[in-house]
């Protein structure tokens, strides 16, 4: 089992940063790919970056040279810097961990409760 915390959404201007982490729980955390997901109010959860076991790093097409996930294993967390933000990144983030590697949402067996982010113009 492995339980996860988003954390250090908020409320930013357009063009600015925020560093969102996801905190997890279990011994074998490390062995999970981690990935970031958002859901903006009547959309679909669709994912933003992801992070395998060894470090290896993938993002959707929308998200690269803007956002950066990166985990530290020695603390059990996984991390989404996000700059250059816009007001349409305005979503609830969420992290997820699986045993695959992907960005299918049905890939991912664990969930966090999620962390809002808004981006005002």
């Known amino acids: 089992q492995v339980q996860l915390v988003e954390s250090g959404g908020g409320l930013v201007q357009a063009g600015g940063s925020l560093r969102l982490s996801c905190a997890a729980s279990g011994r074998t955390f490390s062995s999970y790919t981690v990935g970031w997901f958002r859901q903006a109010p009547g959309k679909e959860r669709v994912f933003v970056a992801g992070i395998t076991w060894n470090g290896s790093t993938y993002y959707a097409d929308s998200m690269k040279g803007r956002f950066t996930i990166s985990r530290d294993n020695a603390k059990n967390t996984v991390y989404l810097q996000m700059n250059s933000l816009k007001p349409e990144d305005t979503a609830v983030y969420y992290c997820?961990?699986?045993?695959?590697?992907?960005?299918?949402?049905?890939?991912?067996?664990?969930w966090g409760q999620g962390t809002q982010v808004t981006v005002s113009s």
């Open positions: 997820a961990a699986t045993l695959r590697v992907g960005a299918q949402v049905t890939y991912y067996n664990y």
